[in-house]
Each structure stands twice: as structure tokens, then as C-alpha cells.
């Protein structure tokens, strides 16, 4: 641990004292994905969560890469997740037949207000804050959006404008606890400012004026949350913080348990970056027959650069992403590894395929059965790199 840059200052209190909690080094752009042809390396930039030493906010530390470009298509485990949450708040009662209800988007692509009209089709959809003037939300989903905010207060202050004075925050997050829980260290990325301890997010609610008055749990990511939010005093807060005061507290009481506000417990996802790039790239070396991987995620960025991947290891990354189709993976010196579609499984029958999106496995499975049935075996990368046993014992013959 370490402490951070001159000048930095709390994305979210604006103190200017923090601590380094996981330092990637100097990184490519997340979402970069260049041409092909482009010359290399790519340039880097910094890669570090600070922690703040009075909100305890783990955050960016600095992003110089500029905004972000959404390249991505929304994958079928987040579409379910949207329809869950809706589901959940539905039966919760906080939306129902004339709901207005807005998002605030978020560059992960997809929209819970599609599955809001799917499941209650009498809920007034608002097309984002300040489309329509003078009105405000009766329920307002923010799903992964708020971290990617680089001023996270006046994020929060948007979304608190766009509310009505008896409405509801939903916001659905990747909680920091299960990030360290995980050792998914390669959350850290740039374009991502913030990650947040329900404990901290509770606590930034409170200091505005919101109570919680539900929270549900899934298992996207290693598990995430859906942390409804109303004024203190309000109709859904008189209704629902009694219930959802008692969830939100055992939630809180198993962070303080992990540490999960704690600088030196958050700080282990370190030890593990320097095991996953090892693993990957010990994977690699004693791999034979063809690999090709799967999923031109942002989180493979940092992963891919770190262990030194490049085309003479990977044939090629396939992506379900038109806009990533074509380019190739940001990296260092050595060849680019090119950014495909899914019919390349065929044409080139690879012995291992490394999902590199660990939550894709059973829709990806499903999709491309070519694999198995050609005789591949899928691998999933993280942490390390762990062969999926197939199917069946008889599909493992190639045809």
C-alpha cells in the first residue's frame, strides 16, 4: 500500500487523503481494442484504487484515457438480471401499473426499462433524466452506471434530481466485498471510478437523505446487490426501511466482519494479480493444439497485457460485439491477437477455448455446442485457468 498522487482528491467527499490499495501498473485503455494494422505497443496509463481514508470510497485513482466508447452487446446473464431485479421490485411493491419509471444508462450495454415494459406494461417509461422537463421518476434503476461516473457527487445529485419527492433509487452494483472475496482483481479498469462497500453506499445515501428499503441479492459476478433507495419520510420509507433495515444490517455487519472498509484487507487483491498472470501464462506455455479465447471483455485487457499475451499464444479472441469484430486486443510489442466472430470455432476446430468471462460459461456452452462437439474443451480463465469438463465422455473424439 501506498499513498496517492499529489492532488487527488475523494471522488466522493473531496479529501485529499487516500490510500493505494491495488496498483496495476501502467495499462492499456480498457476499451481501446484498435485496429489491427495500428502501431504497437498501445500507449498505457496508470492503473490504481485508492481508498479514501475518511468515506472509505474505493475509487479510481486517475483515468487519462478519456470517455469511454461502448463496444459491447448486452450478454443473456445480464438481460436476466434486469428481469430479475424488475421481478424483485415488482413484488417488493415499489413498481407497479402507472409507475414512471427512467434509467440512468450505463456503457454495459442493454436497458432494465425494456423489461420493465415486458413485465408491467402499464409503468410510464422516461426516456433518461431531463428528456421530459418538469417531470420527475417514480423509480429510478441505475444497473453498473453510477461507477462510471468520474464525480461521483454529482452523479449521485443527477439522479437524486430526476427522482419524484415519494420515489425510488434502485441501484444495482458489483459490491467490493465479493471482489475481494473473489479476487477479481481485474474489476479495476479505466472508465470504472468507483466500487463500492455497501457499507460506504449506504453511508453515502444516508449523508443525502435516502434510507434503504430493499435489498436483493444475484448471482451475476460472483454476486451483486439491488439496493433501493427512498427519502427519509417518504411513503416507500415509511412502508419498507422497517424490513429493509434488517437485511441492510446483517449485509453490513458480514463486511465489517471481511474488512471490507479496511485498506489492508482490501489490499490482498494485489497478491492475487501477480498469481492469475502467472497462471495464465504458465497455462499458455504448456498448452498445446490451438487456442482460441472467448470474449473481448475489458477485463481480459489488463489480464492479457500482464501475462504477455499475444498471437503466437492465442489465435484469436471471438466476440459477439459487431463494433469489436475486426479490431484486435490492446497489448504490448509482440503480434496483436485478433478480435473475430464465432464462426472461426468451426473453421479452425481449437483444442481449448479460454472463456475469459466467467459468468458467460452455460450461454456460451450453449451457442457454440461446435466446440465440444469437435472435440475442444472449454477453459475458464479466471482466476486461474481451470478446464471444463465436457458434456459428455463421447464427445471428446473429433469427427
Not at 428528456?131 to 452523479?155: C, K, N
Amino acid at each position: 500500500m501506498s499513498a496517492v498522487v499529489p492532488g487527488w482528491r475523494c471522488r466522493w467527499c473531496r479529501s485529499d487523503r487516500g490510500t493505494v490499495v491495488l496498483d496495476l501498473g501502467a495499462q492499456p485503455a480498457s476499451d481501446l481494442f484498435p485496429e489491427p494494422e495500428a502501431p504497437a505497443p498501445d500507449p498505457v496509463h496508470p492503473l490504481r484504487m485508492v481508498m479514501c481514508d475518511r468515506c472509505r470510497l474505493a475509487q479510481l485513482e486517475e483515468d487519462p484515457t478519456g470517455p469511454e466508447v461502448p463496444r459491447g452487446v448486452e450478454p443473456a446473464a445480464l438481460v436476466a438480471q434486469a428481469r430479475a431485479g424488475v421481478a424483485d421490485l415488482v413484488a417488493g411493491g415499489l413498481l407497479g401499473p402507472g409507475t414512471w419509471a427512467a434509467e440512468m444508462r450505463s456503457p454495459h450495454g442493454g436497458s432494465w426499462l425494456e423489461r420493465v415494459q415486458e413485465i408491467v406494461p402499464d409503468a410510464v417509461l422516461l426516456d433518461g433524466h431531463g428528456t421530459v422537463p418538469g417531470l420527475a421518476a417514480d423509480l429510478v434503476v441505475d444497473s453498473l452506471g453510477l461507477m462510471h461516473e468520474a464525480d461521483q457527487r454529482a452523479a449521485w445529485d443527477l439522479r437524486l434530481d430526476s427522482l419524484a419527492p415519494d420515489g425510488v433509487l434502485a441501484l444495482h452494483v458489483h459490491p467490493l466485498s465479493v471482489i475481494v472475496r473473489d479476487g477479481t482483481w481485474n474489476a479495476l479498469r479505466h472508465g470504472h471510478f468507483a466500487y463500492y462497500s455497501l457499507t460506504v453506499l449506504v453511508e453515502m445515501a444516508r449523508s443525502t437523505g435516502l434510507v434503504p428499503v430493499g435489498l436483493w441479492r444475484y448471482p451475476l459476478y460472483g454476486g451483486t446487490r439491488l439496493l433501493a433507495l427512498a427519502r427519509e419520510g417518504s411513503e416507500p420509507a415509511r412502508a419498507h426501511a422497517g424490513s429493509a433495515g434488517e437485511l441492510v444490517a446483517t449485509e453490513l455487519a458480514a463486511e465489517a466482519a471481511a474488512g471490507a472498509t479496511e485498506p489492508r484487507a482490501v489490499a490482498v487483491l494485489q497478491r492475487q494479480v501477480a498469481r492469475s498472470a502467472a497462471a495464465l501464462r504458465d497455462w499458455l506455455d504448456e498448452s498445446t493444439g490451438k487456442v482460441v479465447a472467448y470474449g473481448a471483455a475489458s477485463r481480459a485487457v489488463a489480464l492479457f497485457a500482464l501475462a504477455g499475451v499475444t498471437a503466437d499464444d492465442v489465435l484469436a479472441v471471438v466476440d459477439a460485439s459487431p463494433a469489436k469484430r475486426g479490431r484486435a486486443m490492446p497489448g504490448g510489442p509482440g503480434p496483436r491477437v485478433p478480435v473475430l466472430g464465432a464462426d472461426i470455432l468451426a473453421e479452425v476446430r481449437p483444442d481449448k477455448v479460454l472463456l475469459l468471462v466467467p459468468d458467460l460459461l452455460d450461454e456460451v456452452r450453449s451457442a457454440h455446442p461446435e466446440v465440444e462437439g469437435l472435440g475442444g474443451r472449454w477453459v475458464v480463465a479466471e482466476p486461474e485457468p481451470v478446464e471444463v469438463e465436457p458434456l459428455s465422455r463421447d464427445r471428446g473424439r473429433r469427427r
